[in-house]
């Protein structure tokens, strides 16, 4: 016997195995209703549509900047929990943690993966909108998944505001006093803001300099280790799983609105 038909005796007998029919059920997908199958049946390819345009796989038309940001905010969620596990966030350890994580902890590296990751995904994001706007992809029936994209764009840069605290340097203290005092501006939730003064009970202004969005941001009213601690527990945990959510949503309705846009 051939060595060729040795070769396709062990294939049948692999593919006739429970195991491999428990995993991969529809077979080879050598026809169109096997591709669609196994693009349903798969649980990271069913977020994707099952049909593409042939534009919408260019790269002269997409620029990949969506990809390019998934991407980039796997890389950021990798490297940040890795990070987690050396970073104490107190002001008494911080500043030391950071220089720790550059100099003297193993795969270092990973803190500047991490800084120079948040940048390009930043630029990446805006890239994206810029591409989707000038498509014209914000139109009906894609207006919802334009608005998820806006808050995720807006997420992105809480995401990079907040982390921007966390090495407790003079740069990240004074940046973080000057970025939060625009909070003290906030219509209805700041307590100089548009609106704020009209929120009264019995004559007693509710929003005031220790009730307003500033101190809910701080946990006071100077940029201390409250300040640090609720920017560590933001940056973290809370936005990565609402932009994670959301994700999971723009990429479901990318596939529910018909795939990738065409050019107008």
């Known amino acids: 016997m051939s060595l060729e038909k040795h070769w396709r005796k062990l294939q049948r007998s692999v593919v006739e195995t429970q195991v491999w029919k428990s995993i991969f059920r529809v077979g080879i997908p050598n026809t169109n209703r096997k591709r669609v199958l196994a693009v349903l049946g798969n649980v990271v390819l069913h977020l994707h549509p099952v049909k593409t345009r042939k534009s919408g796989v260019k790269m002269r038309y997409t620029w990949c900047a969506g990809g390019m940001t998934f991407f980039l905010f796997l890389v950021l969620t990798f490297t940040g929990l890795l990070l ?79 982390g921007y605290l966390l090495p407790w340097d003079q740069l990240a203290i004074w940046a973080i006093t000057v970025g939060s005092n625009m909070a003290r501006a906030t219509p209805l939730a700041g307590y100089e803001g548009p609106f704020a003064a009209q929120i009264q ?11 307003d969005a500033r101190f809910g941001l701080l946990g006071g009213r100077i940029v201390g280790a409250n300040a640090l601690l609720r920017f560590y527990v933001l940056h973290c945990v809370f936005i990565p799983l ?7 949503v723009h990429f479901w309705r990318v596939r529910k609105d018909g795939g990738i846009s065409g050019p107008l």
């Open 84 to 162: 987690m596990f050396y970073y104490r966030p107190t002001i008494e350890y911080a500043y030391g943690d950071m220089l720790d994580l550059r100099e003297q902890v193993p795969f270092g590296v990973m803190r500047e993966m991490h800084r120079w990751g948040a940048h390009a995904m930043v630029i990446a994001v805006w890239i994206h909108m810029f591409r989707v706007f000038m498509t014209g992809s914000y139109k009906p029936p894609r207006e919802f998944n334009w608005n998820v994209g806006v808050v995720l764009l807006v997420l992105t840069l809480l995401l990079s505001f907040t």
């Open 201 to 211: 009970v019995n004559g007693v202004n509710l929003v005031t300099a220790g009730s």
């Open 242 to 248: 609402i932009a994670a959510f959301l994700m999971a």
